[in-house]
Structure formats: C-alpha cells, structure tokens
C-alpha cells in the first residue's frame, strides 16, 4: 500500500510539472486500448506497411568536457509510415519523455534533473544478409527543463542517434543505440543505451 501510494504521488507531481507528459500517457492509454479491435478490424502492420512503436531504454551519458557518466532513462512511442518508406530522412514519427541527472556528481539521481520532451524522425533500414538484424537513424528535437535550481531553466535539445535493433518476433526487440546531442549553453554529450520495444 505504501509503495502505491509513493508511486501514485510520484507520477502525479511528474504529470503536473509536465504537462506534455499527459498527452504522451493520453496517447498511450488510447493506442493500446484501440490495439484489440484494430488487429481484428484491419490488415496486419506488414501488409499495411505501418506499426507502432512503444520503447523503454536506458543508457548512460558521457558528459564533456571529460567523460563524466550519467544516468539516462527515455520512454516513448511511435508511429512507422507506408507512404514514408521512400523517404530518406525517415519513416517514423516518434515521441519520448527522457529523464537524465544533470548534477554534479553521482550517476543514478540527484536533485539536479534534466527533463526533455522531443519529437523525432526515424529512418529504419534492413541489413544485408540478414533479417533478425536491423539498423536505424533517429533526429530528435525538443525542449529540456533543468529542475533543482531556484528557477526551472528551459534549453532547446537536439541529436541525432544511429543504432541496432534486434527481432526476436514480430511483436518484441531491442534497440541498441548512440547518440549525440547537444543542449544550447551546454557542452555537447553523448550517450549510450539499450532498451525493449514492444510493436503492434
């Protein structure tokens, strides 16, 4: 009971503080709920050539200067186009809420948070000899909020990322990935993660 109740407090001052986060979670709740009567109702993502996309990684940032290791924790969802497939720059829209210590010290937390809520583009592609093995690029831009100081500092967030994923069915993988990025007024960071997808 005490753990739910923890848990209930945290994601309510985390909704409230983020209000993106309410709409991600909205669109969430309601892509899965639809997913039942959508896999009876319409075609198969294969021969639609669309999915969907729900991931959780977690991974480490290495701050410059120097390589100072940070925890970085990222979920969000999206969304894989047929009309797209040709599109250079990507085929997957996406959007993710990420989580990262901005402090000073330590790895896994400190009063020092860094939240970021970005939108991406994703261009996936196949790998010769193979089809357990996929690679992909992933733009992503958004804002982050720096918490902790007296006042919440909001930074504009760009990278770019190029990684792996690997199939072990149709419905579940995991990603692979690194990335650069760069906040304004920050030093440039990189970051490596690994994390599950689950696609519908």
């Known amino acids: 009971?005490?753990?739910?109740?923890?848990?209930?407090?945290?994601?309510?001052?985390?909704?409230?503080?983020?209000?993106?986060?309410?709409?991600?979670?909205?669109?969430?709740?309601?892509?899965?709920?639809?997913?039942?009567?959508a896999q009876i109702a319409a075609p198969s993502s294969a021969e639609a050539g669309t999915s969907t996309d729900l991931f959780v990684m977690i991974g480490s940032d290495f701050d410059r200067p120097g390589l100072l290791p940070r925890s970085n924790y990222n979920i969000g969802i999206g969304h894989t186009f047929g009309f797209l497939k040709k599109d250079p720059i990507g085929d997957e829209l996406t959007f993710g809420y990420t989580y990262e210590n901005a402090g000073t010290h330590g790895w896994l937390h400190t009063p020092f948070g860094e939240h970021t809520e970005s939108a991406g583009v994703m261009k996936n592609f196949g790998l010769p000899g193979t089809k357990i093995v996929t690679g992909y690029t992933w733009l992503q831009s958004g804002i982050t909020s720096y918490t902790g100081n007296a006042k919440v500092q909001n930074r504009l967030d760009s990278g770019v990322s190029i990684g792996a994923i690997v199939h072990f069915n149709n419905n579940s993988s995991t990603w692979i990935q690194e990335s650069y990025s760069k906040v304004v007024t920050?030093?440039?960071?990189?970051?490596?993660?690994?994390?599950?997808?689950?696609?519908w």
């Open 186 to 199: 920050v030093p440039w960071y990189t970051t490596f993660s690994i994390g599950y997808t689950y696609s």
């Open 1 to 37: 009971m005490r753990i739910e109740s923890t848990m209930s407090s945290f994601l309510a001052r985390l909704t409230l503080q983020h209000p993106v986060l309410t709409a991600f979670f909205a669109f969430v709740t309601v892509a899965l709920s639809s997913h039942g009567s």
